[in-house]
Structure formats: C-alpha cells, structure tokens
C-alpha cells in the first residue's frame, strides 16, 4: 500500500503544479514575443519532461534499474503521442490538427529519426562499439537534439511576424509581468521535479509487488506518472485556445525524452544503456514513430470534420498505442 500511496501523491502534485505551467507559458510565450510553438518546443516541453530527466537519472543511478528508465522514456514518447490523439476530443471545434501551425511537422519529422536511433541502438546491442562506457548513440542523441533546437528557432523567427500581430488583437495576460510569470513558473517546474525524484524508486517497489516486471511498470505507470505534466499542460492549453502551445509541449518532449536517453547514459557506469536493457522496449519505439508518422499525415492532410468525436489519424493514433501496450503486456 505505501507504493500506491506514494504513486499516488506524486502524482497528484505533478497535477497540481502541471496545470499552473500551462498558464504561465503562455504569459511568457506572449510576454516575450517567441511565440507559443517555440515556448511549446524548447520551455514547456523541457519543464514538463523533467520528471523523466530526474526519475530516468535517478533510476540508473541509485535504483540500477535500467530498464525502468528506458521504459520510462520510451513510453513516455507514446504517451505524448497518444495524448496528442485525445486531445482532439477536448477541442471542440474541428479536428485539432486542422487548427494547428503547420510547424509543428518539423519537430514531429525530428523525432521520428531520433527514435529510429533508438529503436536501432535496442535491436543492435551486441554489435555496439562503446565510447568509454557509454554508447555512441548517446552523443548523437544530445547533438540532435541541439540541432533540432536550433532549426525550429529559425523556422520559428520567420513566423513572428504573424504571432505578434495575434498578441496584439487579444492579450489576456496585460496585468501580469514577465519577470513574476517566469518566478511562478520556475516554482512549480521545482514541484515538478521534486515529485517525479521519487518515482522511480516507487516503480522498483511496484515491480516487485505486482510480479509485472520493470519493463511493463516503466512503460506504462512510470511513464504515464512522469507524463502528467505533459497531459495537464495541455489540455489546460487547448482549452485556454492555445493550441500550438500544447502541441509544441507533446512534440518537444518527445525530443527532449531522447535526449535524455543520451544523459542517463552518462550515468550507468555499466555499459551502454541501450545495450542493457530487454528488447521489448522496441514495441513502444517502433509504436511512437508510427503515432508520429500518423500526427505528420493529419497536420498536412488538415482533415475538417471529425469521426464521431474524434478526427480519422486521432483514431489511428489510439489504436496504435492500444494495440502496443497489449503486445508489450504479452511478451513481459
């Protein structure tokens, strides 16, 4: 019981803290003019995923729980994949993906590469070359990631123009400075984090009390626990109209989420991370490039009408994860 009540809690200020980012990003988004896909991208998108830097580190570290972490990662991708399906039942009017920047394809399209890289680094274990301890993928990871950060500020510096003038026809925010959105926004990001130090070792306990093994608890609890930020965000986004906010904090998580990969590398003094943990991780890898591949195809297609309450890829993105936490579940 003190595992689920300690899940629990967690969880809860995740919740509470995630809800308050959402926003105080969209203050500093409009505050400082980098507009809502950039803030989304590189600020929110960090923020929210650093219940994965630190129960990712702290589970190699401290926990030698390897696959917890990777787990963690890995399933976390999906489940900002799938949470940008569901999304679009929160959003009333039209398919979500219709009212979306189409931007938002270049970050998608980043991370479909770098989760092959993964995907790769999984299925090729035996065969990689270490760098000292850690494996080359690493380095390849944190190098992407920095590029992708840097080619989606430029993209995002040719659309500026169009954000500003949208900043001046609707400003909620005209009573609030940059400098006190920014404090309370960096309090709760250390709620955040605080929570999510602890996960990793409620995921040990949860492993061993439920007999599901670390795989399973680190893909789907773990990974769902250290996800909340990321689902509170934005839905309270899409619901303040924000909708580039929320998609550009999904899109830009997943980056992040592989990035990490590369920094709890650092961390497990065993060997190459990748090559230390079960092969299964592959499922969820190869089901996040196929839900961003799905996302990819509604953001250009631009459906305008929806399938029940859901948008045709929104479904297709569903299903997908659905199917592939149940072939995760069969082989654990």
Known sequence: ??????????????????????????????KSGLGRTWVGVVLVATVTSLPELVSS???????????????????????NLLIFGLLDAVHRSGPLSA???QGHILS????IVMMCGVVSGIQLRDSVVPLGWIGPYSLVFLLGYLIAMRVIYFYEQKNLRNYMEEVAERSPFAGIPLKQALARF????????????????????????????????GTLFIAVATTLPEIVVSVSAVRMGAVDLA?????GSNLFNIAILGIADLFFPKGPLLSMVSSSHSVMGHAAIAMSGLAIVGLTYRAERKKLFLAWDAICIVLVYCVSVMLLYSLH
């Open 247 to 251: 998609i550009g904090n999904l899109f």
């Open 57 to 79: 580190i702290s589970g190699v570290a401290m926990n030698d729980a390897p696959d917890i972490a990777v787990g963690n990662l890995v399933g976390a991708c999906s489940v």
């Open 99 to 101: 009212r979306a920047r």
């Open 108 to 111: 998608a399209g980043v991370g």
């Open 1 to 30: 019981m003190m595992h689920w009540a300690g899940f629990l809690l967690c969880s809860a200020l995740i919740i509470y803290s995630g809800i308050r980012l959402s926003r105080y990003g969209d203050i500093i988004a409009e």
């Open 186 to 217: 960096g309090i709760n990001a250390a709620v955040v984090v605080g929570a999510a130090f602890f996960l990793p070792g409620i995921g040990v306990g949860l492993a061993e009390q439920t007999g599901l093994g670390q795989t399973f608890v």
